[in-house]
C-alpha cells in the first residue's frame, strides 16, 4: 500500500521514535504518524514567516526559528508537543503591531517560551535535551528546553577566512556524543566541549566550494557543497575525492559503509565503490528508513516514493 501524500509542501521532517512532525513551506506544522505518515493534528501556524531551523529537543518538545523577511522580524521559540498546536499571529496582525510599535506582545503562539530575536538565527541542534544555537555575530549558547542558560560563548572565528565573504558565518551545528560540531560556510570546523562550549579543536577544510550542508556518519561527515558538489571527511585521515552530483543534496544518511542521498532529481549511493545514482521525478527533500516500506523519500510536492536503489 502506497503511503499518503504529505498535507503540506514539505520543508522539514523531523523524526522521533513515536512521532514525526512535519514542517511546511509556509510555516505550517503538523503530526504524522510515525508508520502510516497519516494526518493525526490539522496544520498550524504559531507565528507567521518561514521556519528556517527546527529541531525536536526529544519526543515532546519543539524548538524552531521563525523569520518573517517581508517586515524583517524574527523569533525563537520552544512548543510542547504534548498539547494542540495553536495558529498565532498573521502578517497583517504583526504589520500593525510594527506600526504601533507593539510587535513585542506578539509571540509564537501555545510555545513554552518565545524570544525576540535581534540577530539572524543561523543554526541549531539538540542535545541532551538542550537547544544550541548560534546567531549571526552574536555567538554560540547551550539552554534547557525551559530556556535557562547552560552556557554561552562568543562567536567563532577563522581568520585563515578573513578574505572570503561570509567564510566564517556558521552553516551547521550538529550533536554527537560530548561533542557540539560546528561548520562555517567558508570550510571552518570547530569541535567544541558539549558540557561547557570550550573549543576541543578547530580547522579549515579547504574545499574550493561553500559549505552547504553537512550530516554526521559513523566517524565520517558528509557535505553538501556549492557548484554541485559533495564530499566525505573523515577526521582522521582528511577529504576524500570531492564529486559532482546533477544539483543539491538535501538529505544523507549513513548506512553501513555508505551514504545514501536524494536530492536534485536523483537519489544516489557513494560507496567504497565511487558514486552511484538513479534519476527520480521530483526533488527529494528528506530520506527514511520505514519499518515496512524500506527506505522512503518524500519530494518536493508531498509525495512518498522507494529510494531508487531499494530493490538493488
Not at 521556519?51 to 522580524?73: F, K, N, P, S, Y
Not at 538542550?130 to 546567531?135: A, H, K, S
Not at 530556556?147 to 567564510?167: F, I, M, T, Y
Request: hydrophobic share 40%; proline share 7%; glycine share 8%.
Amino acid at each position: 500500500m502506497a503511503l499518503p501524500d504529505a498535507p503540506t509542501t514539505p520543508r522539514h521532517l523531523l523524526i522521533a521514535p513515536d512521532r514525526l512532525v512535519l514542517v511546511g513551506t509556509e510555516g505550517d506544522i503538523t503530526h504524522l504518524h510515525p508508520d502510516r505518515m497519516i494526518l493525526i493534528d490539522p496544520p498550524r501556524r504559531p507565528f507567521s514567516g518561514d521556519v528556517t531551523q527546527a529541531a525536536l529537543l526529544d519526543a515532546d518538545h519543539l524548538a524552531a526559528t521563525w523569520v518573517e523577511r517581508e517586515i524583517g522580524i524574527a523569533r525563537m521559540a520552544v512548543l510542547d508537543l504534548s498539547q494542540p498546536l495553536q495558529d498565532g499571529p498573521d502578517l497583517p496582525t504583526l504589520r500593525a503591531a510594527l506600526d504601533a510599535n507593539q510587535l513585542d506582545n506578539h509571540q509564537v503562539a501555545g510555545a513554552i517560551w518565545s524570544h525576540v530575536l535581534d540577530a539572524e538565527p543561523l543554526a541549531l541542534c539538540a542535545h541532551e535535551g538542550d537547544l544550541v544555537f548560534c546567531t549571526h555575530r552574536r555567538g554560540l549558547y547551550r539552554v534547557k528546553a525551559d530556556s535557562n542558560e547552560v552556557w554561552r560563548r562568543k562567536a567563532l572565528e577563522w581568520p585563515e577566512l578573513s578574505d572570503l565573504p561570509d567564510g566564517s558565518v556558521v552553516v551547521e551545528i550538529i550533536s554527537t556524543e560530548d561533542s557540539i560540531w560546528v561548520f562555517s560556510l567558508g570550510g571552518g570546523y570547530a569541535e567544541l566541549n558539549a558540557a561547557d562550549g570550550e573549543i576541543i579543536e578547530q580547522g579549515i577544510l579547504r574545499f574550493k566550494a561553500k559549505v552547504e550542508r553537512v550530516w554526521h556518519g559513523e566517524g565520517e561527515w558528509m557535505f553538501g557543497l556549492s557548484h554541485k558538489k559533495i564530499a566525505r571527511w573523515q577526521p582522521e585521515q582528511g577529504i576524500s575525492k570531492i564529486l559532482f552530483t546533477t544539483g543539491p543534496v538535501q538529505h544523507a544518511i549513513w548506512h553501513g559503509r555508505e551514504w545514501w542521498m536524494t536530492g536534485w532529481r536523483e537519489d544516489l549511493i557513494w560507496d567504497q565503490e565511487g558514486l552511484r545514482r538513479k534519476p527520480r521525478p521530483e526533488i527529494g527533500i528528506h530520506l527514511l528508513r520505514h519499518p515496512d516500506h524500506g527506505p522512503m523519500v518524500l519530494d518536493n510536492i508531498g509525495q512518498w516514493s522507494p529510494f531508487r536503489f531499494s530493490s538493488d
